[in-house]
């Protein structure tokens, strides 16, 4: 290499050193006093000061730390020899002084601990421990924070193969008195038993460096990042170094540039991050008087006022500075981690196993250690950036749940810029084949991230990248907090809670995903970053080819992904009113779930500490009302243990119910076969029966249904009215035989409606043999106060009559004169009529929800509709809250098949919302 260039790509030498600034020393230490604790703190204040005026003039940082080792060493050399000379020590006896960590870098920040290690034989170090003890007092005196050992050399070998951070600091170890052939001799003895098994030392170097990276958040873009120990911090350029020196011998990073290790631009990338993170400790150590490696939000705005900014909180330089900041050192980690990890070679078994059983991976491809790794004539499809093959290799990761290897990322890496300008169907095919993925998902955004083939696919995530967030509240940048959701929320499969339930149920956890990533792409805009959010969520929709009820998903999630926190946090979440106006924004329970786990996932992703289980309770507490009235069932976590104890508690108590079993077998069975036959019909029952119908039920309800089942004909309808004088209610319990079931829903709330009564709630379902079970909770208009017994007795039979077609509907509202309806109570706030249909919250039936203001005869419409568009009502859930009411339907296809034709489905909607507008409309006179 040319000198010319050298200098240019390590401007401070191959070892960072400067000739000592001696003519500076001896000014100020002609005649300084060693022994004087005054002149000796006056000298160490004297450098330290002269650090801040030549950072302040502009001084290389690196040159700064080296001229501050020059003036430490003069001054310990000092302090060292008059204990030496009182103690009757030469200074060339049997034992080295030696500098290691930071200080034998020779780059000690002004406030830095100083280490040392004397070293010497037994003999030597008990002549040399009161000179030693002597010293050690001196050095805490004149304002050191020391740090040293003494040992013999054999303690030092086996110390290091026992501590891997004491054997990183002897890299850079350096002679500062005694006995030059000591130190020499142990330094070659380090590198023969300590240095020399260059695969252990490398892998514990990057154990204990991973450590202290998941210490620290794992993530470079941490909104107050420690400069020394955060992720792309200092110590990457000394892990870099350690590494360096154990496999070449030699701890530049010029060394990795001749070995073919990294290109010239990497190496001119670390220089200037040395430079960068080197003057900015120095900054902090200088501002704040003591050691300070951590650039607080304080420091920050003080750093960027220093450099000319103005106003209170001069946001804009703030986020241009930590932008800058963020910049360096995310290139700096990438190039550490990349040049520290290391894929093992397959043994020999694995290789005949391969040969033998093969992979099951494209040609070129291996997976060793949890890494992805690639060919060089597997890597030619990927050269000609064929966006669609660099899809595959992130898809393969995703599906194998590993890493890519260093190498390949930086290859894909390079290639992001040269991709077309929009993805193709094939490579937007893959990508949301990566979403759906979920333990897989985390590594691959990740390495789409670093690769920045993700802001080829979702440009806009360009713009929050290093993007700060302002407040005591987020720990990470934008682009760092929006990677952590997507750890978050994969992690939510194994959580026995409400939310992990409520992710395993999310049946669209791509869209999920790409929400979630979405989510915040607003922030750094002019306005509000959730409607800006929306906005650019549904241009990424297009981009990537989304079918448009997905779309419309991620724009809802985008837009609306701060409310629940909002509503359960701020608001008086058993307000009735303040449910059902959130119920209606939702409107389906798919996308209420994917909005609760959205909201659990961000809030736990925005720092440590954050997440609490008081938060985590009225998030759930929110969750669980809201579907209630979406589904028309509440949320258990739990529900299959609890159905399990259902089960048995139901066949406990229905057997002796039972006064003739069930048979099922031919007549002349005996009474033993009609016996085990009566609990599989039991079990089959409750098979059949919804969840929601055995959740919301008590067990001995349950149990007393099924007797009066058991023993009803297809061709019988049983009827049941009990009054409850606490609430003023009757509660209507109908069981209706398979001949009967369909269409009985609507007729059950035309006679009811038709005789005057108010549904406030209403259940129904069908078992396996299509019998329909009902109930149905009302206020009987006809009666103030005890309904009596004559009276309910009359509305069972007219149920009776109507369900067994004996009479009609239309014949019930002749005579009570429905349609000469009271007009309603006017209301202050009238809300319009809204329907929404879930055709993916259920995967037997397709589920609609009716938001309507509560006016009579509004059930039966809504039934009568449903009847005459050739639906049959499997499962309802109607309550009435406040002024309005909040009807649920799931209903299938004659054949038993939910709703497939997208034409039908829009018809439906249609026809629900014209009879809704319609009825509301006649009755208030429109």
């Excluded at 040319?2 to 401070?12: A, R, S, V, W, Y």
């Excluded at 209606?584 to 609490?612: F, H, N, Q, S």
């Excluded at 003023?728 to 038709?754: N, P, Q």
Aim: aromatic fraction near 6%.
């Amino acid at each position: 290499m040319p000198n010319g260039e050298f200098d240019i790509l390590c401007p401070h030498g191959r070892e960072s050193l400067i000739p000592p600034d001696v003519a500076n020393v001896l000014t100020k230490t002609e005649t300084i006093d060693f022994t004087s604790i005054q002149e000796r703190k006056e000298f160490l204040n004297h450098a330290r000061g002269e650090c801040g005026r030549r950072h302040a003039e502009g001084v290389s940082g690196i040159e700064i730390c080296h001229w501050f080792s020059d003036q430490l060493d003069f001054l310990l050399r000092g302090m060292m020899r008059v204990h030496l000379s009182a103690g009757g020590i030469a200074e060339d006896d049997q034992y080295s002084v030696i500098c290691v960590g930071g200080n034998g870098r020779r780059r000690p920040a002004p406030f830095s601990d100083v280490d040392l290690l004397l070293v010497a034989e037994t003999a030597a170090a008990s002549r040399l421990e009161p000179a030693m003890s002597a010293f050690v007092r001196d050095c805490w005196d004149t304002g050191f924070q020391l740090g040293h050992s003494i040992r013999t050399p054999d303690d030092v070998v086996r110390f290091a193969n026992e501590d891997i951070q004491f054997a990183t600091s002897l890299v850079d170890m350096r002679h500062l008195l005694g006995n030059q052939e000591i130190f020499d001799a142990l330094q070659e003895l380090v590198d023969r038993r300590v240095f020399k098994n260059v695969d252990r030392f490398v892998t514990e170097c990057v154990a204990s460096r991973r450590d202290e990276w998941m210490a620290r958040g794992d993530s470079v873009n941490q909104l107050e990042p420690d400069v020394k120990r955060s992720p792309g911090g200092l110590r990457d350029l000394h892990l870099i170094a350690w590494v360096t020196n154990a496999q070449y011998h030699d701890s530049s990073p010029v060394s990795l540039l001749e070995q073919d290790s990294i290109r010239t631009g990497e190496l001119i990338v670390i220089n200037q991050v040395d430079e960068f993170l080197t003057s900015l400790r120095l900054d902090l150590h200088l501002r704040a008087g003591l050691k300070q490696d951590v650039l607080t939000r304080d420091l920050q705005v003080e750093i960027v006022r220093s450099r000319g900014a103005e106003g209170e909180m001069p946001r804009a330089e703030v986020e241009a500075f930590m932008q800058e900041y963020f910049r360096q050192t995310s290139e700096l980690a990438e190039i550490a981690r990349r040049v520290t990890e290391t894929v093992s070679r397959p043994g020999l078994f694995q290789r005949l196993k391969r040969a033998v059983v093969g992979t099951g991976l494209p040609t070129g491809y291996s997976i060793e250690d949890g890494i992805l790794t690639i060919t060089e004539d597997a890597l030619m499809d990927i050269r000609q950036g064929d966006p669609e093959k660099v899809m595959d290799v992130f898809q393969l990761a995703a599906e194998r749940q590993v890493m890519l290897a260093p190498d390949l990322r930086h290859r894909i890496g390079r290639l992001a810029e040269s991709l077309p300008p929009e993805p193709s169907q094939a490579a937007c095919k893959s990508f949301r084949a990566i979403l759906r993925s979920e333990d897989g998902l985390p590594l691959t955004l990740r390495a789409l991230f670093e690769t920045r083939v993700l802001d080829w696919l979702i440009p806009q995530m360009a713009e929050i990248r290093c993007l700060m967030q302002f407040n005591q509240y987020h720990s990470y940048t934008v682009d760092e907090h929006t990677l952590k959701t997507i750890d978050e929320v994969v992690s939510f499969a194994d959580d026995n809670t409400p939310v992990g339930t409520a992710y395993n149920s999310v049946r669209h956890k791509a869209t999920l995903h790409i929400s979630l990533i979405l989510h915040d792409i607003g922030k750094g805009r002019d306005g509000d970053h959730s409607i800006v959010g929306e906005g650019i969520a549904e241009e990424v929709a297009v981009r990537l080819q989304t079918p448009e009820n997905k779309k419309r998903m991620m724009m809802f999630l985008v837009r609306q992904h701060l409310i629940m926190p909002d509503l359960a946090f701020r608001r008086d979440i058993t307000d009735q009113a303040l449910l059902v106006d959130f119920a209606r924004l939702v409107g389906a329970p798919e996308l209420l779930r994917m909005l609760y786990v959205l909201c659990v996932a961000d809030i736990k992703a925005v720092g440590p500490d954050v997440w609490t289980d008081w938060k985590g309770d009225l998030l759930a507490d929110l969750y669980n009302r809201t579907m209630l009235i979406l589904s028309g069932r509440p949320i258990n976590h739990l529900e299959q243990e609890r159905l399990s104890l259902v089960r048995e508690h139901v066949r406990g108590a229905i057997a002796p119910m039972a006064p003739t079993p069930i048979v099922e077998s031919a007549p002349d069975s005996d009474g033993d076969d009609q016996q085990s036959v009566f609990p599989e019909w039991i079990d089959r029952q409750l098979d059949g029966l919804p969840p929601f119908y055995l959740m919301m039920e008590s067990p001995d309800r349950i149990a007393r249904d099924l007797d009066v089942i058991q023993q009803l004909r297809d061709e019988e309808v049983k009827i049941e009215g009990s009054y409850d004088p606490e609430t003023d209610t009757v509660t209507y319990r109908i069981f209706a035989g398979s001949d009967h079931e369909s269409g009985s829903f609507h007729k059950v709330a035309g006679v009811l409606s038709g005789m005057r009564m108010d549904i406030h709630t209403a259940q129904t379902c069908t078992t396996v043999d299509s019998t329909l079970i009902g109930s149905f909770l009302v206020s009987d208009n006809d009666f103030i106060g005890t309904v009596a017994e004559h009276r309910i007795n009359e509305v069972c039979q007219a149920l009776v009559d109507v369900l067994t077609g004996k009479k009609t509907v239309d014949h019930i509202f002749r005579r009570s004169g429905l349609f000469r309806f009271r007009k309603p109570e006017p209301v202050l706030d009238p809300k319009p009529p809204q329907v929404t249909i879930d055709n993916d919250c259920s995967e037997t039936a397709t589920v609609i929800d009716v938001f309507a203001m509560d006016n009579p005869g509004l059930l039966y419409t809504l039934g009568l509709t449903l009847f005459n568009l050739d639906l049959v009502v499997k499962l309802t859930r109607i309550a009435t809250n406040v002024d309005q009411v909040v009807d649920v339907f799931y209903v299938v296809e004659q054949d038993g098949q939910k709703v497939r034709s997208d034409e039908k489905l829009h018809h439906m909607y249609v026809e629900l919302m014209r009879e809704v507008t319609e009825l509301e409309q006649q009755l208030r006179g429109s």
